[in-house]
């Protein structure tokens, strides 16, 4: 026998038993994948697509190299002042006095090219015995010894520029005597001997000449007279430098410089 729970018999809710209630509607099991009927896999509903950048990488930053500029372009060396590197033959004229043998020899030592000097004065001094001294005065044996002289340095110079060799030569060249002076050493050198006048003042010469000894020191008179005649190459077309107010070096650098724009001139060397 039960009784109720809560105060007595029959209490209020309580009474005859009625129908139970039925049990709420549970889905259908889907069959399981694979077997016939079974509807394909449905994949779970995505969200909206998003453009979503990739999450940033840390790297260690490398340095970049520099990228050289594409011109097309073959890269030249230096550029060169003056005559440069060309193989030349010089003919440095001038009077007794001018510096010419100085300034030849400086001007073979500061090139950037192998360069010799040839003196004529000092070829003209190979002769020990007999030597023609020019203080003697001029006549047939000076005259002899000197265009044996002018041929050696000649032969010298073309066996020199034959090697890939520059040369300068110096010589006391007259103007009024263009067969045996400045023809004659283009016979003996070659036509593309360049020829340039070292002609700085009388005072200036004189001077220089003063300084001298040995037979390479000339009377006053004889000074004066060669320089009276090397004023005949003013307007032949030569390039002349006047040096009385040169040192060495500056006046080396004015030959080159000459020399550089005679070579790029139109119509080539004049003589």
Request: charged letters at 15%.
């Amino acid at each position: 026998m039960q009784h109720g729970v809560g105060g007595g018999g029959g209490g209020a809710g309580w009474g005859q038993p009625g129908p139970r209630p039925s049990a709420p509607p549970q889905p259908p099991i889907p069959p399981a994948q694979g077997w016939p009927g079974s509807p394909p896999p449905q994949s779970p509903p995505q969200p909206p697509h998003q453009h979503h950048q990739p999450p940033h990488q840390h790297h260690q930053s490398q340095p970049v190299p520099a990228v050289p500029e594409a011109t097309g372009h073959i890269p030249l060396p230096p550029a060169v002042p003056g005559t440069g590197g060309a193989v030349l033959a010089v003919l440095l004229i001038g009077p007794a006095g001018a510096g010419k043998t100085t300034v030849a020899r400086h001007w073979a030592k500061s090139r950037p090219v192998p360069t010799a000097h040839v003196s004529l004065d000092d070829v003209r001094e190979w002769v020990c015995s007999g030597f023609a001294d020019p203080q003697a005065g001029w006549n047939e044996h000076s005259e002899a010894q000197y265009r044996l002289a002018r041929r050696t340095c000649g032969f010298a110079a073309r066996n020199y520029l034959a090697n890939g060799i520059s040369c300068i030569l110096d010589d006391a060249v007259f103007p009024d005597r263009p067969v045996v002076g400045l023809g004659g050493w283009k016979r003996h050198v070659g036509p593309t001997l360049l020829p340039v006048v070292l002609l700085p003042g009388l005072e200036i010469v004189l001077e220089r000449n003063a300084a001298r000894s040995g037979n390479r020191r000339l009377s006053d008179e004889e000074v004066a007279r060669i320089h009276g005649r090397m004023a005949g190459w003013y307007g032949s077309g030569l390039p002349i430098i006047d040096n009385s107010h040169l040192d060495v070096e500056g006046t080396a650098r004015a030959l080159d410089e000459a020399l550089a724009r005679a070579l790029s001139a139109p119509g080539g060397w004049p003589g």
